[in-house]
């Protein structure tokens, strides 16, 4: 084992600082707690005035911290008209809500100190503070390198294993504490309690499978399709031990969509399970595995071995047949590394830790590559300050663990910080609505973690359901979608039983963590609006033309990040130019700068910050569509649709849905001599399900004479997009067929015209970007 050279950091000095604070915060929660009985009508200016010298009060009037720098003028326009451009004006200002004296007097974060060490007079050294919350082998020498922007390196010369820093470490106070538990679907099958010591054996034995059968090292790629069982994260830390770069696969992704994925990352591994329980179904998974193998070797891509985890040991629940000499189950392999111990690799700070693909405005996803260091640093610092994770806590995020929000906090944030985490198999209504209340008050779950479309479900079916179950959570995170403020109210009052407090944090796949979030123990929360920047995070809202807009300015525009952070991705696997360009060009003014300040991020989200220093987030300004929070790329859902050799043009647009969010509508346009049919439509959504998965299976198909059209022959997805969400389909007298608006719109809506709706601002500003 090597020697693990800590710096203690400044963090044993906080724990005597945070004594001291400690009672004044208790004493200021008490006057907070006060007043939060007292406002409830009060508006939050007058909210915040009252409190004048807390943190409250200063958090609800940080001004936006934006740079006085005027970058050049973007080309695309997402944000083009001034009526369009306001938007943002016509929200209802929210009550404040505020945190517990409870909550705030065992809060990871509640030094107001602590915070302050993270001004951008203090970047980026404020950053240590977030890494020295890991084990590091050989401590850095520079916080941060910015001699080739934007690629930036983090905590450079310093060495570490993410798994080590998951798992080995926690050995010595938490051998027998449950690292994970797994709660599987089907509810009369118990539950599975692996502690730290089961998850160290079972992940050193995985890696020396995958060391000395699979023959992978440091640097190869790994593609992992699988659903959420314990197998996942154990094959993700064993791979993280070895330097092996994981690319997990959503498991409801296809197997079309698995075999390109790993072609692009180059993996010559698959690992998959042969199926899951999902909404009361099996689902046989092991089938995609072949169409995943078939489809990478399209690709160029050979893949030589398949490694299968059964879900049941000892019995293969699928139909599908073992190829001899490429599929394996693992349970056969593993008798053969019994007890088997891997040394943790020693990685440096800046090697790839995994690949996270995610949509984009072009066909062709992308690979965000995540660094060892920098990452596990953020999410280790975020989980712990802004999820308040305790090693005391049973922490529940229901996410998927194949997207960003399950690896770094159901994974790597909260298994850095010793924690025990939930893994749940299924859907969060089955058998009933009343489920997830079940899980959290058997196990114990005192912090919560899910999305707005899952909040809106739960509240559709079973609205009363939490009050029938004695738990009680302390705290609970929504992520992925904005959130309405009466969603967030119920979740609030019904699911937090008003004792918890909320986070709503945005961020992004290739963000890593948090961005923007209130701190849960010294912010107010309001409802709808994500909150101030989250530490060592330095946003700023500009128009297209580079102006920045500030607090107050009652205008949307592009939120970006002033600076770099060490969870930001290091570039898209293989396209290091489609990453400058994706998120970086937009708004850098000198492309030869050597200065961070130079080359703010770009999220493609659309956002307005009132007066009180709150950003709400708007959505996407791209081609893509968030269903359900999660990000479908119309123009892969569009490609799709072109494969299919009678369709002429395929255009894809979001419509809302009362639960969902977003939802894909597509309209298509065929060829000459074809006739329309309910075949055709058939064939659209069977083709999108094969080529993508279930989860861009489109609302509605709409099959039209034309599309609309520039005169350049762009077509006009705004207006298809107002039609779907009977909006205004505003001036289109410059189109080169206007006749057409009218017709596409009676195929829609029928021939009687509906009102029109104000409608959301993504919509309104959708395909803008383009
Ligand atoms: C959206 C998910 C409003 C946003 C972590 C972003 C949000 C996209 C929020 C990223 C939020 C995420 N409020 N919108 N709290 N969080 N989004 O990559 O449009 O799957 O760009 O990462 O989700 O989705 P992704």
């Known amino acids: 084992m090597p020697v693990r050279d800590r710096d203690p950091g400044p963090l044993t000095a906080r724990v005597a600082r945070e004594h001291h604070l400690f009672a004044e915060n208790f004493k200021r929660s008490l006057v907070v707690a006060k007043s939060a009985k007292k406002k409830a009508k009060t508006k939050p200016k007058a909210a915040a005035k009252s409190h004048d010298n807390g943190p409250l009060a200063k958090a609800a009037k940080t001004p936006a911290t934006g740079s006085a720098k005027h970058p050049m003028p973007g080309k695309d326009a997402p944000f083009p008209k001034e009526n369009e451009a306001q938007i943002a004006v016509h929200w209802k200002e929210e009550d404040l809500f505020f945190p517990s004296a409870k909550f705030i007097g065992q809060a990871n974060l509640n030094d107001p100190t602590f915070v302050a060490q993270f001004d951008e007079a203090n970047f980026p050294e404020c950053f240590r503070a977030y890494a020295d919350l890991l084990d590091w082998d050989h401590y850095w020498h520079t916080t941060l390198d910015t001699s080739n922007p934007p690629f930036w390196k983090w905590f450079v010369g310093g060495k570490l294993n993410a798994c080590y820093n998951c798992v080995d470490r926690h050995l010595a106070q938490h051998k027998n504490k449950a690292a994970l538990i797994f709660v599987p679907e089907p509810e009369h099958e118990a539950a599975q309690v692996i502690t730290y010591q089961e998850l160290y054996r079972r992940v050193n034995e995985t890696a020396a499978m995958l060391r000395d059968f699979a023959g992978l090292t440091a640097g190869d790629r790994v593609t992992i399709h699988m659903p959420m069982i314990p197998e996942l994260p154990i094959t993700m830390l064993a791979c993280a031990r070895l330097g092996v770069i994981h690319s997990v696969v959503f498991g409801g992704f296809s197997g079309e969509a698995c075999g390109l994925r790993a072609a692009d990352s180059g993996s010559r591994v698959l690992i998959y399970a042969d199926g899951y329980h999902r909404n009361g179904k099996w689902v046989d ?53 019994h ?11 800046d090697a790839p ?95 919560f973690h899910t999305s707005p479309t899952a909040i809106r479900m739960l509240r559709k079916a079973g609205g009363e359901e939490p009050k029938k179950y004695n738990y009680h959570f302390k705290h609970m995170t ?12 119920w979740y ?94 937009k708004y850098c003014k000198d492309p030869n700068s050597k200065d961070w ?133 505003g001036d289109i007298t410059t189109l080169a067929n206007p006749d057409i608006v009218e017709q596409i719109r009676e195929i829609v809506q029928g021939r009687v015209r509906t009102p029109v709706q104000e409608g959301p601002a993504d919509i309104k500003l959708f395909g803008e970007d383009a």
Not at 339 to 349: G, M, R, T
Not at 563 to 583: A, C, D, H, L
Request: proline content about 7%.
């Open 339 to 349: 007890n088997h111990i891997v040394e943790p690799v020693s990685q440096d700070a």
């Open 478 to 489: 929504t992520v992925g979608e904005p959130i309405e403020p009466d969603v967030w109210r």
């Open 492 to 585: 609030h009052e019904v699911v937090g039983k008003g004792e918890a407090v909320i986070v709503d944090t945005w961020w992004q796949t290739e963000t890593g963590g948090f961005l923007i979030t209130t701190k849960p123990a010294l912010d107010a929360m309001k409802p709808g609006s994500a909150g101030p920047a989250a530490l060592g995070i330095y946003p700023v809202i500009w128009d297209e033309n580079g102006k920045e807009l500030k607090a107050g300015a009652g205008t949307a525009g592009n939120i970006c990040i002033r600076n770099p952070w060490p969870g930001i991705m290091q570039t898209i696997w293989g396209s290091p130019e489609r990453f400058v360009t994706q998120y970086y060009k």
């Open 353 to 447: 830790l995994f690949l996270m693909y995610t949509s984009g405005t072009t066909g062709k996803p992308k690979g965000c590559q995540h660094r060892t260091g920098g990452y596990l640093a953020y999410v280790a610092g975020t989980s712990k300050f802004y999820q308040d994770i305790h090693p005391t806590d049973v922490y529940w995020c229901m996410a998927d663990i194949g997207w960003i929000t399950g690896h770094s906090y159901i994974v790597y944030g909260p298994l850095a910080l010793g924690a025990t985490s939930v893994l749940y198999e299924g859907v969060p209504q089955f058998p009933d609505a009343g489920r997830p209340w079940r899980i959290a008050e058997r196990l114990d779950v005192n912090i």
């Open 597 to 729: 300040r130079d080359w703010p991020y770009y999220a493609a989200d659309g956002a307005v910050l009132p007066a009180d220093g709150y950003y709400r987030i708007l959505g996407r300004v791209d081609d893509v569509i968030n269903v359900a929070g999660h990000r479908l790329g119309t123009k892969e859902v569009e490609s799709a649709c072109l494969s299919i050799l009678d369709i002429a043009e395929a255009a894809v647009v979001p419509a809302v849905d009362e639960v969902k969010g977003r939802v894909p509508v597509v309209y298509i346009s065929l060829k000459p001599g074809i006739t329309a049919s309910k075949q055709i439509q058939d064939k659209v959504t069977s083709t999108i399900e094969t080529m993508i998965g279930k989860i861009a299976r489109p609302k509605m198909i709409h099959i039209v004479p034309d599309m609309p059209k520039t005169r350049s022959g762009k077509i006009m997805r705004r207006v298809l997009a107002a039609i779907s969400n009977h909006m205004d389909t």
């Open 285 to 337: 998974h092991k089938a995609s595995a072949d169409v995943a193998v078939d489809t990478a070797a399209k690709e160029g891509q050979h893949i030589d071995k398949v490694l299968i985890w059964k879900r049941y040991p000892r019995h293969f629940r699928s139909e599908s047949p073992m190829i001899m000499g490429r599929d394996y189950f693992v349970e056969d392999i593993l008798h053969d590394y």
